[in-house]
């Protein structure tokens, strides 16, 4: 896995040749063809598995608000303050716009 800035997507394009597994996104802006940018690096599967289009998306402090993510409560706030079906739905609706900006998987919050 490799980093990247959204706002620079092709810079990692000769580590994607190169074969690397995925790519973690940084940044609070990116593009608005995020998804087209992502197909355009030209990533294949290996055996059938995908690659990782990832992010850091942890809500509160750290905000991610881009090309329509849109804000996210801190895990500590919906812990204490949501029930689990609200924040279900809360990571549905983050799990759809992430997979229209061409992204599969957050690493974020894992156990804070």
Do not use: C
Not at 26 to 44: E, W
């Amino acid at each position: 896995m490799v980093p990247a800035q959204l706002g620079d997507v092709a810079g990692v394009a000769p580590e994607v040749r190169q074969g690397v597994g995925g790519v973690i996104f940084f940044g609070s802006t990116g593009p608005v063809d995020l998804a087209n940018q992502i197909a355009a690096l030209g990533k294949d599967q290996i055996h059938g598995i995908p690659d990782f289009e990832s992010t850091d998306a942890e809500g509160g402090a750290v905000l991610r608000d881009w090309n329509g993510l849109g804000p996210l409560p801190s895990a500590r706030y919906m812990g204490g303050n949501q029930t689990p079906n609200q924040i279900r739905a809360q990571g549905s609706v983050l799990g759809a716009r992430m997979h229209r900006a061409g992204l599969n998987t957050d690493f974020a919050p894992v156990a804070d």
